[in-house]
């Protein structure tokens, strides 16, 4: 990314840019008085007088107070493409040069004309009509899907951890000020320029700004000035923490960040189409070739009949005009819209158009446990320490409960309280998660941070420790944040006699690094012996589907040790086992999954007894034989082995893995061309959702970085909303292909008639252009849409896949359109050319104006619109009889029908529209005949249905 020369003696913080009101000195404000050049210079005590803020962040009031001054932390707007701009693209697409071409030789065809035909005039007008009604149609459309991708994107909540007045709490990015004290830890997205004041192995990717994508660490040391962006002491508001933990000072917010000088998006990214629109447009495209092709045959084959030019063309135009799909572009964009928003309400926030198609089509998730499966309320039940286990009593987040005889494990909890970065927030506090209320709808306790270390906070409550008396008297001064590779997190604490070192962790990767116990009275030596208890406790804790950690600890001589000294030769002080109950939706939608033919791997990083008793109790293991493999196993198979693992239709649960390890299964996954959705939270997490078919991010605990690289994000996190996007994504899928056939079949209804004439030698169209242009955009365009609007069909989720080499227009797709508009097509012809034949007159005697001739052409347009009547039910369901779905069970498009219907009656009776169409009034036997023959298609394919049902009880409708 090009970066452009920033001005050095630019102030930093103002919201206009300027530097301030011109009444204050300079340095009073924060954010104002030293320049970003200077800030790298100053030592961390020096940053807070600087910007005049101190360790324990701003007061609530001053915060209120600058937020005021400097405005909220946001940039400016993208300038939206100006709506003539919008407009005129409208104009462009390949359907709307064709019909404006077309009408420009119809309006120059009618100034030829001798004598002038009033009929060409209102034609070449009728077909502007569509290009304006459709461009009107596609700037609604894109207007709208721009607010609500506005609308979605506000509901992702952009929050960030802050001090105020000594407390940490959560508040929104807007609401961050210059002078803000800012927690960061791995996956946070930065959320304005601040100076690092506190790092523990904190690391940063600053491609955003600077394109290069390598985490480069960050200090919390004076540097010396230069570019800003150099600076190894800040962090820029548009890039993301990648790994460890550190606290920061805001210094600069909104347009006058790094990120917001360089904030150039004059135009909003083209919006890119998925492989479905792609697919729709190359087909209109084919059709509309195909129209202008078979246009020139017709006129080829009435010009030496002895037609003048001009009436061949106008000819030729009814064929083009009846071949294209006018409507269609349209109907595909409202329909997709509508998916959209109906996940929305369902919790599940589609960030990419593409993941709408892709859920259809999903063979594969892997997911998550905590929090996805599970309601990420972590309860420890149990406490070990080389005795038996110390039950504990309460649920949830509420300090009220006890530790069974809890002296000989106080050591342990406090350990473990002083390793942790969470925070407990009693009811009614201010900041901290959303999801407030329990069931009861009470307020209740909540966590600020990490749920495991929120559920050790509250047993040391229990067990009636003060954690605040605890850690002044052994203050934290270093870390080594937790990460999901390492599944360890140190502290280092200031005790009376020196340093000491606060460990917990996976036991798997905690016990190996521990060469003393000190338990239940016991202090020596870890022998073999221990070892073997350890491993068995773990296993009895694990087994009863709790997540279990080691704690451990040590004495140091330094205050900042090497990372590998503080986490060797730890004394061992025992485990903790947690609960974390599934969520009670979650048991169905695995059950649904399963029906629908959709693998689910479960993918965690606790233990296998863990994993696989959480994996029974929501059904994804029902067999006593799951293959488990962890992690280490993942690392000694190669490609062709891992392939052959998952090649097996066994039950499969991946434990003690890492972020690595996912992406690793997805790319095999897809490498078997599986469509995989995989969910993730972490920062590590992001390759995996992006490379994965649907990336599929939490919004209620995940971190930023894997929102971005989602393409979904689940809006309360539970798996339970994932199967129901599948299942309303495969609505789409086949809603389209509803209406797709209900549109092309009708197509050919209007175009057989028109060849039939022209070969049979009939000099006069058996419809019109604008007859056809009043049934493509009149009468069908509200049928099509309420198609595209079905709900899901009951038996969705009892089908497989689709498989995603299936093409939209798949041969049973075409196989159809070319049934129902063949039957159709087949009935109008008849019905023309028999009023015609009847009435006894030769073919070259008729004129526009033989009322005969009038009455047939009514009874063409009228027979294509009650027969599409009745092919709109027949479209609805694949399989299924109509009358098993419930005849009545879609009012809308019923009243759709019923008005294609109306406007029609209109049409033959009204004198003007008469006028405009050229059409004639039918009588009652006229209407019953037509009736009668429009419900063919629909009977045909009720038999048609019955006769599939029959041959293949089981099948799948294609
Ligand atoms: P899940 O699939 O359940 O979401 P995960 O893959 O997110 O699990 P991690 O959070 O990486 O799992 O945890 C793996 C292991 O690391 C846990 O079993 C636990 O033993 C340990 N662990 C988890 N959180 C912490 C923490 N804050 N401090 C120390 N150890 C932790």
């Not at 959709?598 to 008793?613: F, K, N, Q, S, Y």
């Not at 199967?723 to 389209?736: F, K, W």
């Not at 069909?793 to 089908?799: A, F, G, T």
Request: charged residues 20%; hydrophobic residues 45%.
């Amino acid at each position: 990314m090009m970066r452009p020369a920033l001005d050095p003696s630019a102030p930093a913080g103002g919201k206009d840019g300027t530097a301030g009101g011109k009444d204050e000195p300079a340095d009073a404000v924060p954010g104002r008085g030293p320049r970003p050049a200077e800030v790298p210079e100053l030592a961390p005590g020096e940053v807070f007088a600087a910007l005049d803020t101190s360790p324990r962040g701003l007061s609530a009031a001053r915060a209120r107070d600058l937020l005021e001054r400097y405005g909220p932390n946001e940039l400016p707007r993208a300038r939206r493409r100006p709506v003539w701009r919008q407009l005129a693209a409208q104009f462009t697409d390949l359907f709307a040069v064709v019909l404006i071409v077309a009408s420009g030789i119809t309006f120059l065809a009618y100034g030829l004309q001798e004598p002038r035909d009033v009929g060409t005039l209102q034609l070449a007008v009728a077909i502007l009509g569509v290009v304006l009604l459709n461009a009107g149609i596609g700037f609604a459309q894109e207007y709208s899907a721009e607010r609500t991708a506005q609308a979605l994107e506000a509901m992702v909540p952009h929050t960030c951890r802050v001090l105020r007045d000594g407390e940490r709490l959560e508040v929104s990015t807007r609401d961050l000020v210059p002078g803000d004290v800012v927690v960061l830890e791995a996956g946070d997205a930065v959320p304005a320029d601040c100076r690092v004041v506190e790092a523990h192995e904190l690391s940063v990717n600053n491609a955003p700004l600077t394109g290069e994508s390598n985490a480069v660490g960050r200090t919390a040391d004076p540097v010396a000035a230069g570019a800003p962006l150099d600076a190894r002491n800040c962090v820029f508001m548009g890039t993301d923490a990648v790994a460890g933990s550190g606290r920061a000072v805001v210094h600069a917010t909104g347009a006058e960040t790094e990120f917001g000088r360089i904030y150039r998006l004059a135009e909003a990214a083209p919006r890119q189409k998925t492989p479905l629109q792609i697919q729709v447009a190359s087909m209109a495209r084919r059709v509309a070739g195909a129209a202008l092709a078979i246009g020139a045959v017709v006129f080829a084959v009435r010009l030496p009949t002895g037609q003048s030019v001009v009436t061949s063309f106008v000819f030729a135009l009814g064929v083009m005009v009846a071949m294209v799909p006018e409507g269609l572009p349209a109907t595909l964009s409202v329909s997709l819209a509508i998916g959209v928003r109906r996940m929305a309400r369902r919790h599940a926030l589609i960030k990419q158009l593409l993941a709408v198609e892709a859920l259809g089509s999903t063979t594969v998730v892997c997911t998550d446990k905590t929090g996805t499966l599970t309601q990420a309320e972590m309860t420890v039940t149990q406490v070990w320490a080389g005795g038996p286990p110390h039950p504990v009593d309460g649920v949830g987040y509420a300090p009220s409960g006890e530790v069974a005889d809890a002296t000989p494990v106080r050591e342990l909890l406090r350990v473990a309280g002083l390793c942790c970065n969470a925070r407990l927030l009693p009811p009614g506090s201010p900041g901290g998660p959303e999801r407030s209320r329990g069931p009861e709808g009470r307020e209740r306790w909540r966590v600020l941070g990490d749920t495991t270390e929120g559920a050790l906070l509250v047993v040391v409550a229990k067990a009636g420790m003060d954690l605040g008396a605890e850690e002044e008297a052994a203050p934290r001064v270093t870390e080594f944040p937790f990460d999901s590779d390492r599944k360890l997190m140190t502290t280092v604490h200031r005790t009376g006699a020196g340093y000491q070192a606060c460990v917990k962790g996976a036991p798997g990767e905690l016990v190996g690094r521990c060469t003393g116990v000190e338990w239940e009275g016991r202090r020596g030596p870890l022998t073999g012996e221990d070892r073997a208890a350890v491993a068995a406790a773990g296993d009895a804790l694990a087994a009863q589907g709790l997540r279990v950690l080691a704690v451990a600890r040590r004495e140091l001589d330094s205050a900042r040790p090497a990372q590998g000294e503080a986490e060797s030769g730890l004394t061992l002080l025992g485990l903790v086992g947690m609960l974390d109950p599934p969520r009670p939706e979650v048991t169905d939608a695995v059950a649904a999954c399963r029906r629908a033919g959709i693998r689910i791997v479960m993918v965690t990083g606790d233990h296998p007894l863990t994993g696989e008793a959480v994996a029974r109790r929501v059904g994804i293991v029902r067999r006593p034989d799951p293959v488990v493999v962890t992690g280490a196993r993942l690392d000694a198979m190669n490609d062709e082995a891992l392939d052959a693992l998952l090649a097996e239709p066994s039950e499969l649960l991946l434990c003690r893995v890492s972020p690595e390890h996912k992406m690793r299964v997805v790319t095999a996954f897809q490498r078997r061309g599986e469509v995989v959705a995989v969910t993730g939270d972490g920062a590590n997490d992001a390759p995996a959702l992006k490379h994965a078919d649907i990336g599929v991010a939490m919004g209620a605990s995940g971190t930023d970085v894997a929102r971005e690289a989602a393409a979904m994000v689940l809006l309360d996190d539970s798996f339970a909303s994932i199967a129901t996007a599948v299942r309303l994504g495969r609505a789409v899928y086949q809603n389209i292909r509803k209406f797709l056939v209900y549109l092309f079949s009708h197509n050919i209804g209007e175009l057989v008639p028109i060849l039939a004439a022209t070969f049979a030698g009939f000099p006069l169209v058996p419809i019109s252009a604008v007859q056809i242009l009043a049934i493509d955009l009149g009468s069908d365009v509200l049928p099509a849409l309420a198609l595209g609007a079905e709900p899901p069909e009951p038996d969705v989720m009892d089908r497989p896949p689709r498989s995603r080499r299936e093409r939209l227009f798949s041969a049973a797709v075409v196989g159809r359109i070319l049934f129902l508009g063949g039957i159709q097509a087949v009935c109008v012809s008849a019905v023309f050319f028999w009023h015609i034949g009847s009435s006894g007159i030769p073919f070259d005697e008729f004129t526009k104006d033989t009322p005969v001739y009038r009455e047939a052409i009514t009874m063409v347009q009228a027979g294509i619109v009650l027969s599409q009547f009745f092919n709109a039910l027949a479209v609805r369901t694949d399989r299924q009889s109509i009358l098993k779905a419930g005849i009545l069970s879609n009012p809308a498009l019923l009243a759709a029908g019923g008005f294609g219907v109306a406007l029609m009656v209109a049409i033959s009776y009204a004198p003007p529209l008469q006028a405009v169409f050229h059409t004639a009034p039918l009588d009652a036997v006229d209407w019953a005949v037509l009736a009668g023959l429009g419900t063919l298609p629909l009977l045909a394919d009720e038999a048609r249905k019955a006769w599939l049902r029959r041959a293949d009880p089981k099948g799948v409708p294609r």
